[in-house]
């Protein structure tokens, strides 16, 4: 079976958090998981973007630590790491959802 590595919270950077931010698509993918409140089939976010482009998005957030991403058979599902990264930086996902 095979393992995805996300980072222990105490690794988390906010450099790599900001890198994975700034690219529009991947700040709506997260706003998406922040609104929706609940894992998601990786199938269901994106719909509008080729899934190779999906996949490396979701690449870039889950190795900068915003998101956990959880192999189910052949499915995939997303979430956001919202305790973890409330405990590393206070206030961070008030403001990646208040700037929509």
Known sequence: MRVLLHPAEEDLRLANVFHALSDPA?????????????????NS?????ARSTLSHHLKVLRESGITQTRLSGTHRFVKVRTEELERRFPGLLSLVTAAA
């Open 45 to 49: 976010l994106g719909e509008a973007m």
């Open 26 to 42: 991947r700040l709506e993918v997260v706003r998406t998981l922040i609104a929706l409140g609940t894992e998601q089939s990786c």
